[in-house]
């Protein structure tokens, strides 16, 4: 099945003449450059990698040593989401925004570079969670190869695995946007904040965090079987109130993807 699927997306992806990948150098994104780059090869394959403050720095020299491995083209460019003030309000539908703005810059540089077709990491798990993105990149024509042929999170971790690529068990990340609540502002102060603290959780030896901004609280979520010994308590209380923040929080459900989308679904529910 994995298999039929893998060449499947080489079919789709040849049929494409030449693409920008959207790169961050995550799961996704890295397995998608990997399988382009073998189906159209070097020169008809370019990664571009957003910088922006809701990104971290560590992330992006990641995805440049990571892109250099694979001896793919890259290009960085400045993205400037926190420029829109519909980004910065922080509706339901940010991302939309966000993608809006982020897909309309890539469009511009695939038409400069000759390139055919710009597309992204989505993949089938995606349409689980609430991704108002997604409307952005079928507006502008953006195409998610992963999703077309019908790959999910899983088969991505096991074929990159099988490929050897280095992110075949790394973290899923999020822009540190999604750290605040829906209508809180997003500002460049709490991005370091939340940035700084996450980073400090890792130095600690978790590998999945994150911490989420609820004002003058913190709540931090940690991967599946990843508690911190009370002894770690003091440091990480400590760490935070450091950043402003009065309460430290440990959320007991743990890390899940798009845990600020709760109160939404719950609404839908309703």
Known sequence: MQRAKLQKLKSIISGMQSVLVAYSGGLDSTFLLAV?????????????????????????????????????????????????????????????????????????VAKKQHI????????????????PGSRAAHELGIRSPLKEAGITKAEICSL???????????????????????????????????????????????????ARHHGNMVRIELGEGWRPARSLFPKIVKKFKSLGYTYITLDLEGYRTGSMNAEIQAKNKG
């Open 160 to 210: 990159s695995r099988k490929m050897k690529l280095p992110t075949w068990d790394k973290p899923s990340y999020a822009c540190l946007a999604s750290r605040f609540p829906y209508g809180t502002k997003i500002t460049k102060d709490i991005l370091r904040r939340l940035d700084e603290g996450e980073n400090y959780l890792r130095k600690l030896g978790f590998r999945q965090v994150r």
């Open 116 to 131: 055919a077709q710009v597309v992204d990491g989505t993949n089938v798990d995606d349409d689980s969670d609430y991704r």
């Open 36 to 108: 382009a780059l073998e189906a159209l090869g070097r020169k008809n394959v370019l990664a571009v990698n957003a910088l922006s403050e809701t990104y971290p720095a560590h992330e992006a020299r990641s995805a440049q040593k990571i892109a250099k491995k694979l001896g793919a083209r890259l290009i960085k460019i400045q993205s400037g989401e926190l420029e829109n003030p519909e980004f910065v309000k922080n509706p339901p539908d940010r991302c939309y925004h966000c993608k809006k703005e982020l897909f309309s810059r890539l469009l511009a």
